[in-house]
């Protein structure tokens, strides 16, 4: 057959193609074990990030275990849920899809305890949205539920140099010791502020520049995500005043 | 992707040859210096800005391209004769892309923290010069063997590039060398500082300037005559 025509040509893009849809596909079903891994240990070490400690994905599950003592799904009204779920193996962003298709009130939401000398840290998931698609990232609360104790951000593709920076140690250190409630009790969440938040700021801190609508994203996720777990947080502190 | 198919014009030898016989070297070598992709042909010059920041993902992206070359290089020989002309360069295409999406699924499945600093640029490969370049110039028209070792010569070529710039970079921009620290702390104590450009992409493409510099230099085939 001349490989020049039309005939030829159809039938080679034709088998060339299903040669190669099948050997993809078998080679990312086999591949897929080892990549769903990676993603479970990265969570754990962006998880133990907030709190301050860096791992390597070796020994990430070992210290996951180690430092977070009790894992919590909270739903929206701000109760513990018990029935099977387990806090580490919800997609946060599947319970806020339920938010836009109505299911508001079956939201679930986990939280991670952290112990250590009898004193609690709360690390809560956050999950937005930066300039090019999804920001995420972890903010460890003290046990007052107010002061923030760490924070570890990460992005899916960010503008490397700006937007990107919200995943280096100078931003993320920034968080710390700032709070979520202003004197009044009023949740007021921690703002990113352009050009530079104040020094006595309690609420904010400051931009990237040049990355202002992922810096803007930051602030919104923030505020949204903490949001869902007040109503838990109040239950906690009622409890504890009893 | 243009300029090279005149650098190096396809020669095919009627008879047999041993598998690593002078000529199959000299396709080994040639891209280390002679016609080396990045300093003297000047492709992937872009992926050479971006991943040479540290030596550890430098390595990774060069044997990765390597991969790449080689293996798109020995397929499209393999079935050179009977790919219909007209759809040629969709051929290579489905073929570099298919080899690329593989590497990145073991990368991510293996080293995923390489993969995850490597983003897209290991994606970025399909549309790598060198790969496209060389299966055009040199797999069109050559058997599989030579050129096989032609596009692992073209990988060696770009891989050598990004493992100076990346050793000097990291070296001066971070005072580490594969991750672990060579710049004494003592150093640090008396004032030296790590150069900040170093870790930005300018200062690649200084390197790289100063390489072809001191290549042309020495090397007699490239100095253009007045």
Same mark, same amino acid.
């Given at each position: 057959?001349?490989?020049?025509?039309?005939?030829?040509?159809?039938?080679?893009?034709?088998?060339?193609? +299903?040669v190669?849809?099948?050997? $993809?596909?078998?080679?990312?079903?086999?591949?897929?074990?080892?990549?769903?891994q990676? +993603?479970?240990?990265?969570?754990?070490?962006?998880? $133990?990030?907030?709190?301050?400690?860096?791992?390597?994905?070796?020994?990430?599950?070992?210290?996951?275990?180690?430092?977070?003592?009790?894992?919590?799904v909270v739903?929206?009204k701000?109760?513990?849920?018990?029935?099977?779920?387990?806090?580490?193996d919800?997609?946060?962003?599947?319970?806020?899809?339920?938010a836009?298709?109505?299911?508001?009130?079956?939201?679930?939401?986990?939280?991670?305890?952290?112990?250590?000398?009898?004193?609690?840290?709360?690390?809560?998931?956050?999950r937005?949205?930066? $300039?090019?698609?999804?920001?995420?990232?972890?903010i460890?609360?003290?046990g007052?539920?107010?002061? %923030?104790?760490?924070?570890?951000?990460?992005?899916?593709?960010?503008t490397?140099?700006?937007?990107? /920076?919200?995943?280096?140690?100078?931003? /993320?250190?920034?968080f710390?010791?700032?709070?979520?409630?202003?004197?009044?009790g009023?949740?007021?969440?921690?703002?990113?502020?352009?050009g530079?938040?104040?020094?006595?700021?309690?609420?904010?801190v400051?931009?990237?520049?040049?990355?202002?609508?992922?810096?803007?994203? %930051?602030?919104e996720?923030?505020?949204?995500?903490?949001a869902?777990?007040?109503?838990?947080?109040?239950?906690?502190?009622k409890?504890?005043?009893? | 992707?243009?300029?090279?198919?005149?650098?190096?014009?396809?020669?095919?030898?009627?008879q047999?040859?041993?598998?690593? #016989?002078?000529?199959?070297?000299?396709?080994?070598?040639?891209?280390?210096?002679?016609?080396?992709?990045?300093?003297?042909?000047?492709?992937?010059?872009?992926?050479?800005?971006?991943?040479?920041v540290?030596?550890?993902?430098?390595?990774?992206?060069a044997l990765?391209v390597?991969?790449?070359?080689?293996f798109?290089? !020995?397929?499209? #020989?393999?079935?050179r004769?009977?790919?219909p002309?007209?759809?040629?360069?969709?051929?290579?295409? *489905?073929?570099?892309?298919s080899?690329?999406?593989?590497?990145?699924? *073991?990368?991510?499945?293996?080293?995923?923290?390489? #993969?995850k600093? !490597?983003?897209?640029?290991?994606?970025?490969i399909?549309?790598?010069?060198?790969?496209?370049?060389?299966l055009?110039?040199?797999?069109?028209?050559?058997?599989?063997?030579p050129? @096989?070792?032609?596009?692992?010569?073209?990988? !060696?070529?770009?891989? !050598?590039?990004?493992?100076?710039?990346s050793?000097?970079?990291?070296? @001066?921009g #971070?005072?580490?060398?594969m991750?672990?620290?060579?710049?004494p702390? @003592?150093?640090?104590?008396?004032?030296?500082?790590?150069?900040?450009?170093?870790?930005?992409?300018?200062?690649?493409?200084?390197?790289?300037?100063?390489?072809?510099?001191?290549?042309?230099?020495?090397?007699?085939?490239?100095?253009?005559?007045?």
């Amino acid at each position: 057959m001349d490989k020049n025509s039309s005939r030829f040509t159809f039938l080679f893009a034709s088998v060339m193609v +299903v040669v190669f849809a099948v050997l $993809l596909a078998v080679a990312a079903i086999a591949l897929g074990p080892f990549q769903a891994q990676n +993603v479970k240990l990265e969570k754990m070490q962006n998880i $133990l990030g907030s709190i301050g400690v860096q791992s390597e994905s070796k020994e990430a599950e070992k210290l996951f275990n180690q430092y977070i003592k009790e894992q919590v799904v909270v739903n929206s009204k701000g109760e513990k849920v018990t029935d099977g779920v387990q806090a580490f193996d919800i997609d946060l962003k599947k319970e806020m899809d339920k938010a836009k298709t109505g299911d508001g009130d079956k939201q679930l939401f986990p939280l991670f305890v952290f112990n250590k000398d009898s004193s609690y840290y709360y690390i809560i998931p956050v999950r937005g949205k930066g $300039l090019w698609g999804p920001i995420w990232g972890y903010i460890a609360l003290k046990g007052d539920m107010n002061t %923030v104790f760490g924070a570890s951000f990460d992005h899916k593709g960010e503008t490397p140099g700006l937007g990107a /920076e919200i995943n280096t140690d100078e931003f /993320e250190k920034q968080f710390a010791g700032k709070k979520v409630f202003d004197k009044t009790g009023k949740f007021v969440s921690v703002k990113v502020v352009k050009g530079g938040a104040a020094p006595e700021d309690l609420h904010g801190v400051d931009a990237i520049s040049g990355g202002t609508i992922t810096s803007n994203g %930051v602030t919104e996720m923030l505020k949204r995500t903490i949001a869902y777990y007040i109503p838990y947080f109040k239950s906690i502190e009622k409890r504890a005043n009893q | 992707m243009s300029t090279e198919a005149t650098i190096q014009s396809p020669v095919v030898k009627k008879q047999k040859e041993s598998l690593l #016989s002078p000529h199959n070297k000299k396709l080994l070598s040639d891209p280390l210096n002679d016609s080396n992709p990045i300093t003297v042909q000047v492709l992937g010059i872009c992926s050479a800005l971006a991943v040479t920041v540290q030596m550890k993902p430098s390595i990774v992206m060069a044997l990765s391209v390597m991969v790449v070359t080689g293996f798109s290089n !020995l397929m499209i #020989s393999a079935i050179r004769n009977i790919i219909p002309d007209r759809i040629r360069i969709i051929v290579q295409l *489905v073929i570099v892309a298919s080899i690329v999406i593989l590497v990145d699924q *073991v990368l991510k499945a293996f080293v995923y923290d390489v #993969s995850k600093q !490597l983003s897209v640029f290991v994606g970025l490969i399909i549309t790598n010069c060198i790969v496209m370049g060389r299966l055009e110039a040199f797999a069109m028209g050559n058997k599989p063997w030579p050129s @096989f070792l032609d596009g692992i010569g073209n990988g !060696l070529g770009y891989g !050598l590039i990004l493992v100076i710039v990346s050793a000097i970079r990291e070296l @001066f921009g #971070s005072g580490r060398l594969m991750g672990f620290q060579v710049v004494p702390d @003592f150093f640090y104590e008396r004032g030296y500082f790590n150069n900040g450009i170093a870790i930005l992409p300018p200062m690649a493409l200084i390197i790289v300037g100063i390489l072809i510099w001191i290549q042309r230099s020495r090397n007699t085939k490239l100095i253009e005559p007045e």
